[in-house]
């Protein structure tokens, strides 16, 4: 490696390329998810929320994986590779982590991995395969705007009047349908109101109650309210700001939290 690295200014450049997307890519991917990254700090404490794709997204395993997977020489390691790559999902949705509409089209995804490979070559594939994440991204990006809309619209149907302050979304792995969310409102009295729950965008194919719960973080009935428009809202909790306040002076994790907050919002607007 050594020597082909002094010999060649083509394996040089291709070494420094690929240190430098890795580097990239790592926060790059971070930021598309519910968590978020803050890579200014301490110079900008501001988080970037992409609120779009599930923090382990199985697609992305099985779209580049399989193709690296199928390439292996030994026959025995090749399976067993190829084997553990599919036996992940399965797991996944036998302890419902994973909807299995959704085992359904990962598997599809490695299946045709493995015939590309074949017929065409690794680097076809794996061309193909991150052709298949990017696009991907950009459906969960359109689909996240499109929930935010559905949210908005169902809260100023019960009051035309809310003032929302806030409404994160948490991707579900491989289920476009599918989003975890937290309504933040304001009340009339000064308090805050938070509600929340799963959004199907839609209803009449998946249900909120479909979509796996132990992913949300909770569980609806199929008899929840707002069922026919696609919102089941599960958890609620209100409370005053000036509670807060008195909380803050108290602790300062509260304190630090309302710092994380205001930085977040000042990015938002």
């Given at each position: 490696?050594?020597?082909?690295?002094?010999?060649?200014?083509?394996?040089?450049?291709?070494?420094?390329?690929?240190?430098?997307?890795?580097?990239?890519?790592?926060?790059g991917m971070?930021?598309?998810?519910?968590?978020?990254?803050?890579?200014?700090?301490?110079?900008?404490?501001?988080?970037?929320?992409?609120?779009?794709?599930?923090?382990?997204?199985?697609?992305?395993?099985?779209?580049?994986?399989?193709?690296?997977?199928?390439?292996?020489?030994?026959?025995?390691?090749?399976?067993?590779?190829?084997?553990?790559?599919?036996?992940?999902?399965?797991?996944?949705?036998?302890?419902?982590?994973?909807?299995?509409?959704?085992?359904?089209?990962?598997?599809?995804?490695?299946?045709?991995?493995q015939w590309?490979?074949?017929?065409?070559?690794?680097?076809?594939?794996?061309?193909?395969?991150?052709?298949?994440?990017?696009?991907?991204?950009?459906?969960?990006?359109?689909?996240?705007?499109?929930?935010?809309?559905?949210?908005?619209?169902?809260?100023?149907?019960?009051?035309?009047?809310?003032?929302?302050?806030?409404?994160?979304?948490?991707?579900?792995?491989?289920?476009?349908?599918?989003?975890?969310?937290?309504?933040?409102?304001?009340?009339?009295?000064?308090?805050?109101?938070?509600?929340?729950?799963?959004?199907?965008?839609?209803?009449?194919?998946?249900?909120?109650?479909?979509?796996?719960?132990?992913?949300?973080?909770?569980?609806?009935?199929?008899?929840?309210?707002?069922?026919?428009?696609?919102?089941?809202?599960?958890?609620?909790?209100?409370?005053?700001?000036?509670?807060?306040?008195?909380?803050?002076?108290?602790?300062?994790?509260?304190?630090?939290?309302?710092?994380?907050c205001a930085?977040?919002?000042?990015?938002?607007?």
């Amino acid at each position: 490696m050594r020597a082909l690295l002094r010999g060649s200014s083509a394996a040089r450049c291709g070494l420094g390329a690929t240190i430098v997307i890795g580097l990239l890519l790592h926060p790059g991917m971070d930021a598309l998810n519910v968590y978020g990254v803050h890579p200014f700090a301490p110079f900008d404490t501001h988080w970037y929320y992409g609120d779009m794709v599930f923090i382990v997204e199985p697609l992305f395993w099985l779209a580049l994986g399989t193709p690296l997977a199928a390439q292996v020489a030994h026959a025995g390691w090749r399976r067993l590779l190829l084997g553990l790559l599919l036996a992940a999902p399965v797991l996944f949705t036998v302890f419902g982590f994973l909807q299995p509409g959704s085992l359904l089209g990962l598997a599809l995804v490695w299946a045709l991995s493995q015939w590309l490979t074949r017929r065409a070559g690794e680097r076809a594939a794996l061309i193909a395969g991150v052709a298949l994440c990017f696009g991907f991204v950009l459906l969960q990006g359109t689909l996240a705007g499109l929930a935010r809309d559905q949210l908005s619209a169902a809260l100023r149907r019960d009051d035309a009047s809310v003032h929302i302050l806030d409404l994160p979304l948490s991707a579900f792995p491989t289920n476009p349908l599918c989003w975890g969310t937290v309504a933040v409102t304001r009340d009339d009295l000064g308090g805050y109101r938070l509600r929340r729950g799963v959004l199907s965008l839609a209803p009449r194919w998946v249900a909120p109650s479909a979509c796996p719960a132990k992913i949300a973080g909770v569980y609806v009935s199929a008899g929840a309210a707002d069922v026919p428009q696609g919102i089941a809202w599960a958890v609620e909790t209100h409370g005053s700001v000036a509670g807060l306040r008195v909380l803050r002076e108290r602790d300062c994790r509260i304190d630090a939290l309302a710092a994380l907050c205001a930085g977040a919002s000042a990015h938002q607007r």
